[in-house]
């Protein structure tokens, strides 16, 4: 399973990005996909996830509102957009991978499959 997250940069709070998540090594439409953050200090927390067909997604109460998760099977990718930043935002961004899906799609656990984060930074 290979996972390779991109898209993060430096933006204005109040402003917006989109991160990509392109997958391979594995039966893509198959696995939940999910992104996890983690912030200067911090433990790892959960963010979004989308169960395997689409129809399916779970949102942590801090983004609601503010970031949707999407996914297409066909191009093997995962995004997350990001809308309505927040300096409590800036973390580095994980994209994940799961066989299994959790009830409303809220990870309390980690997921058993990383790649490499994307760094996003939310400062004036």
């Known amino acids: 399973v290979q996972l390779q997250a991109s898209g993060g940069g430096l933006v204005q709070p109040g402003g917006s990005l989109r991160l990509s998540c392109a997958a391979s090594?594995?039966?893509?439409?198959?696995?939940?996909l999910g992104w996890f953050r983690q912030a200067p200090g911090k433990e790892r927390e959960f963010v979004a996830a989308?169960?395997?067909?689409?129809?399916?997604?779970g949102l942590a109460d801090p983004v609601k509102g503010r970031f949707t998760i999407s996914r297409d099977n066909a191009k093997k990718q995962v995004f997350l957009q990001m809308n309505s930043l927040k300096p409590e935002d800036t973390a580095v961004y994980y994209c994940?991978?799961?066989?299994?899906?959790?009830?409303?799609?809220?990870?309390?656990?980690?997921?058993?499959?990383w790649g490499k984060g994307t760094q996003v930074t939310v400062s004036s």
């Open positions: 994940t991978a799961d066989h299994t899906w959790v009830a409303g799609g809220i990870y309390t656990r980690s997921m058993p499959y």
């Open positions: 090594g594995f039966h893509f439409s198959n696995y939940h």
């Open positions: 989308i169960k395997s067909g689409g129809l399916s997604r």
